[in-house]
């Protein structure tokens, strides 16, 4: 996404974490500004003015500044947050945060509002169906996918979940390469072949 220079409103709504309809109604009244594609009623973003639009509304600029994708990875046993840091800065399209609890998480979800949160369910303040809720309670981060991982294999629990909000569920133990396939899957990336 870092070489485009002209967005439509579907990917100006991804990169600024709103619904579509968020887009075209700042579009249509003025405060993003853009134009028609003539001869048709679709809607065009330039780069600098979404780059304006989202400095003047409190959107963090840097998916448009580093076209990575925001991964934040919640959980409290920090080897494993390390193991999973580096496959997914092995694939390098990641912009990566990391939280061991609950409550670091839900701060980072709402300052860094990343596209995707691997999320332990079992951390020692709150459980994950609990940040999932939170999550899903606010519009604002409608577009944040969740991936819990957890050792638990009850598939009620993991109904519960999905329940809650998550997008997707792995078992502990894993494979992180596994893991990081999963995510780009749910980011609608490409999966990167290993070479």
Do not use: W
């Not at 002209?6 to 600024?16: H, L, P, Q, S, Y």
């Not at 996918?145 to 519960?160: F, N, P, R, T």
């Amino acid at each position: 996404m870092t070489t485009k220079t002209v967005f439509t409103t579907g990917e100006a709504a991804k990169i600024c974490k709103v619904s579509q309809q968020t887009i075209i109604r700042c579009f249509d009244n003025g405060s993003l500004k853009g134009f028609r594609v003539p001869g048709s009623k679709f809607r065009r973003i330039p780069r600098e003015q979404l780059y304006l639009f989202m400095k003047d509304n409190g959107i963090p600029t840097d998916a448009l500044e580093s076209g990575k994708k925001k991964l934040l990875i919640v959980d409290d046993d920090q080897d494993l947050v390390e193991l999973m840091k580096d496959g997914f800065e092995r694939d390098g399209r990641f912009d990566i945060r990391t939280a061991n609890n609950g409550f670091d998480a839900g701060m980072g979800v709402k300052e860094f509002r990343p596209d995707l949160v691997v999320l332990d369910v079992m951390l020692p303040d709150i459980n994950g169906k609990e940040v999932c809720q939170r999550v899903r309670s606010d519009p604002a981060l409608d577009m944040v996918k969740i991936l819990c991982i957890s050792g638990m294999v009850e598939h009620s629990k993991v109904d519960a979940l999905k329940a809650a909000g998550a997008n997707d569920f792995m078992q502990k133990p894993f494979a992180i390469d596994d893991l990081v396939v999963r995510a780009c899957d749910l980011l609608e990336m490409e999966r990167n072949v290993p070479n």
